[in-house]
């Protein structure tokens, strides 16, 4: 059972455009949320992230929001850049609780692509 | 460059065959993860070891181990392999591994293919 989806497998933008990812998840004890960036023959790297106390955090073009009640978050990168393509995973995680947090659960990504 | 290595890039393997994959942290890293992405099922977290101890245990097959040995490295070691064992796996590192706002920097990952 996905407990963090991203329905999009892929999405196209143009260039300079607003580029927005979704993300939904199932488990409410999930209290921190993650966007990493994908390239190719790479690990996944870290972008920005949100606590569940929070509903907005804004890191440059990066700009991460939830929605705690729709169990929703979202990426806007603005503007859009040829660089910005990669595969963008979502990730949550369940707080420490004294026995070691567990590892992040992530979506299975969405694939954006910015067109020139 | 995420400071977190690797080896080997890639391994072409049998099935039944045992196999050991190796991570080293980042410098100053305590906490070890393993990740494995298959392409049906995307990341899955495996497993995480804080200063040489196993911390969390997420979804390993019992034919699957790990260890962190006193200089912070990790090995994942994948035994009977199956055709379904084919991904690739990452490894992870944190500082402390303690907190769910701890960054998780991720290694290039092994691309691991049983025939």
């Known amino acids: 059972d996905q407990q963090v989806k991203q329905n999009s497998p892929s999405l196209s933008v143009q260039e300079g455009r607003i580029s927005i990812l979704n993300c939904d998840y199932t488990n409410s004890m999930f209290d921190y949320f993650l966007w990493y960036k994908k390239y190719p023959a790479e690990g996944p790297t870290f972008l920005i992230s949100i606590s569940s106390i929070k509903d907005k955090n804004e890191d440059g073009r990066f700009t991460v929001f939830l929605n705690k009640s729709a169990k929703h978050l979202s990426l806007h990168i603005v503007p859009s850049q040829p660089g910005d393509s990669a595969v963008y995973f979502c990730a949550a995680i369940e707080g420490y609780s004294g026995g070691g947090a567990d590892g992040l659960t992530f979506g299975k990504g969405t694939h954006l692509i910015i067109q020139p | 460059d995420s400071g977190v290595t690797q080896t080997p890039k890639h391994l072409i393997t049998a099935t039944g065959q045992r196999v050991t994959l190796r991570c080293s942290p980042r410098s100053g890293d305590l906490s070890v993860y393993w990740y494995q992405q298959s392409l049906d099922q995307g990341l899955q977290f495996l497993i995480q070891?804080?200063?040489?101890?196993?911390?969390a245990k997420g979804n390993i097959l019992e034919r699957f181990s790990a260890q962190q040995f006193p200089d912070l490295h990790s090995e994942l070691n994948l035994s009977s392999l199956e055709l379904g064992d084919s991904a690739l796996y990452f490894c992870a590192s944190s500082v402390e591994g303690g907190l769910a706002e701890e960054t998780q920097y991720f290694g290039p990952g092994t691309r691991l293919l049983v025939l």
């Open positions: 070891y804080y200063n040489g101890e196993e911390r």
